[in-house]
Nanobody, 122 residues
Framework: QLQASGGGSVQAGGSMRLSCAASGRTSSTYVMGWFRQAPVKEREFVAAITWNGITTFYADSVKGRFTISRDNNRNTVYLQMNSLKPEDTAVYYC?????????????????WGQGTQVTVSS
């Protein structure tokens, strides 16, 4: 089970941190990812991290602004979002995928959290 939290409203240029708490399925073989979906758009990849934290992946649109990290003691993955832009406005979802699948592909992920809304105003 995945529980995402930390969304809300912020002005452009601001920061926000999302959390995704995992329970029941915390094998070290899983990749944790963040995706987002804006109104009338497809759900898109944002960032991912292997459970051991060695490898991270980022979409070009967030590279240099967002940082994904994990705390294995808390079974939680974080997405630190800085320099937020209005185009970052979306519902953000966390998800897990077995290691070995393509981390940036939405179809690789088989367990999804409920989503948390992020709104960035200009």
């Amino acid at each position: 089970q995945l529980q995402a939290s930390g969304g809300g409203s912020v002005q452009a240029g601001g920061s926000m941190r999302l959390s995704c708490a995992a329970s029941g399925r915390t094998s070290s073989t899983y990749v944790m990812g963040w995706f987002r979906q804006a109104p009338v758009k497809e759900r898109e990849f944002v960032a991912a991290i292997t459970w051991n934290g060695i490898t991270t992946f980022y979409a070009d649109s967030v590279k240099g602004r967002f940082t994904i990290s994990r705390d294995n003691n808390r079974n939680t993955v974080y997405l630190q979002m800085n320099s937020l832009k209005p185009e970052d406005t979306a519902v953000y979802y966390c998800a897990t995928a077995p290691l070995g699948r393509t981390a940036v592909a939405r179809t690789s992920y088989d367990y999804w959290g409920q989503g948390t809304q992020v709104t960035v105003s200009s």
